[in-house]
């Protein structure tokens, strides 16, 4: 079976500018996850997504972040406006259910300069 | 609210020689623990789990993981390293709220040098 994809694996962007990370979970998995690793600091909840619904966002930091997971398939992770603080790698994860461990993606490497 | 430690950011260690990632952790009721690794420009890999039972829990490649709920660690060990272990280690505890979110480490860097 395909993996947790993830894209893009890197993105640059200027500070005040929007980005869109893309996450295509397990096929059939209805749990999905974000989190975030800021360099040198552990990986951080930042929130989970039952099919369509978030289940809980209790990691996100702030409304420049909006998560979105249309048709409870793909999800999608927009920072608007980008702060030089959002720069870190965003790791996607799902399950099939709540399960003990799940399958991270490979992540996106973001820059904000 | 639960937390992870990795009190060492890089361990050395010669190949061939035992390797120990230390973990420890802090959780009200019983502790969910994970081991995962991240290997240059990969994801996070999923290395091992204890949920109940042995203390000592065998993964991949040959690493295993012993739980001390008397010392609340989940160490991460070895008893042979490879040059191709060297990697990114992440130990975990799952919430115990019910929920299935993960607290990470801030990870222990682990170099294998021949």
């Known amino acids: 079976e395909a993996g947790v994809t993830q894209f893009p694996s890197h993105s640059v962007i200027e500070k005040g500018q929007t980005v869109t990370l893309r996450c295509d979970p397990i096929s059939g998995h209805d749990n999905l996850y974000w989190y975030r690793r800021v360099m040198g600091k552990e990986i951080k909840f930042l929130l989970h997504?039952?099919?369509?619904?978030?289940?809980?966002e209790s990691g996100m930091p702030n409304n420049r972040f909006l998560a979105e997971r249309t048709g409870g398939t793909y999800s999608t992770l927009k920072v608007q406006p980008a702060e030089l603080e959002d720069s870190g790698v965003y790791f996607c994860?799902?399950?099939?259910?709540?399960?003990?461990?799940?399958?991270f993606g490979s992540g996106t490497r973001l820059t904000v300069v | 609210a639960q937390s992870v430690a990795q009190p060492e950011d890089q361990v050395n260690v010669a190949e061939g020689n035992p390797l120990t990632v230390k973990c420890t952790y802090s959780?009200?009721?019983?502790?969910?623990l994970f081991w995962y690794v991240q290997y240059p420009n990969r994801g996070l890999q999923f290395l091992l789990k204890?949920?109940?039972?042995?203390?000592l829990v065998k993964g991949s490649y040959g690493f295993e993981a012993e739980f001390n709920k008397s010392q609340t660690s989940f160490h991460l060990k070895k008893p042979s390293a490879l040059v191709s272990d060297s990697a990114l280690y992440f130990c975990?505890?799952?919430?115990?709220?019910?929920?299935?979110?993960?607290?990470f480490g801030t990870g222990t860097q682990l170099k294998v040098e021949l």
């Open positions: 204890y949920i109940t039972g042995d203390n």
């Open positions: 975990a505890v799952r919430d115990t709220g019910g929920g299935n979110k993960l607290t």
């Open positions: 959780v009200s009721g019983n502790p969910y």
């Open positions: 997504f039952v099919k369509e619904s978030k289940q809980d």
């Open positions: 994860a799902s399950s099939q259910d709540r399960t003990y461990g799940y399958t």
